[in-house]
C-alpha cells in the first residue's frame, strides 16, 4: 500500500459544480436535496426523505476520470453527520448500473470513517447482487445516499474524501 490520495478535499475555494442530487423523483418519489458549500467551507448534502408515491431516498455522487485505485484499500471520509445512517456508494465503470455499497452510522460529531474496499457489496436499486465484492481496481464515482424507510429530514457535511 502506498501513502493515501485525495478524491476531493472541501474548502471555501471549492465547486460543488460537479456533484449532482440524485432523488427518488426520477421514480415518481417526493424527496428534496440539495448539496452546497456552507460558510466554512464543507459540502453539505441536506435534505427531506419522503415516502409519498413510494419514494425513500436522496443521494448525491461526484464523478471523475477513472482512476487506478489497486495500490489502496480503503475510503477515509471525515464527516459529520447527523446520527443517522448512510450508504457510501461507489462505481468502478459508469457503464455498469450496479454500485459498491458500505453502510455507515453517523455520530453527530465531527469523524473518521474508514470503509474498507473489500467489504463494499454490490447493489442495484436496493437489491444486493450475486457478485463478487468491490475489487479495489477502478474507481469513476463516489456517492452518498440515505434511505432509511422512513420518512425523515437529514444533513450530512463533508470535509474530505481519500483513498489509503
Not at 76 to 88: E, S, T
Request: aromatic letters at 14%; proline letters at 1%; one cysteine or more.
Amino acid at each position: 500500500m502506498v501513502n493515501g490520495i485525495i478524491l476531493f478535499d472541501f474548502n471555501r475555494g471549492s465547486t460543488t459544480e460537479n456533484w449532482n442530487v440524485i432523488n427518488d423523483v426520477v421514480m415518481g418519489g417526493r424527496s428534496e436535496a440539495d448539496f452546497s458549500l456552507n460558510s466554512e467551507g464543507y459540502g453539505v448534502f441536506s435534505g427531506q426523505v419522503s415516502l409519498e408515491n413510494y419514494g425513500g431516498f436522496s443521494s448525491v455522487r461526484y464523478r471523475f476520470e477513472s482512476i487506478d485505485v489497486i495500490k489502496y484499500e480503503k475510503v477515509v471520509l471525515k464527516l459529520k453527520g447527523d446520527g443517522k445512517r448512510y450508504q457510501f456508494r461507489l462505481k468502478s465503470d459508469l457503464n455498469n448500473a450496479h454500485s459498491y455499497v458500505k453502510y455507515f452510522q453517523t455520530s453527530g460529531e465531527w469523524e473518521t470513517i474508514e470503509i474498507d474496499f473489500e467489504d463494499m457489496f454490490p447493489q442495484f436499486r436496493g437489491r444486493v447482487l450475486d457478485m463478487p465484492n468491490f475489487s479495489g481496481e477502478k474507481m469513476c464515482e463516489v456517492a452518498f445516499l440515505i434511505a432509511n424507510k422512513k420518512a425523515e429530514k437529514f444533513r450530512l457535511e463533508i470535509d474530505k474524501i481519500s483513498l489509503r
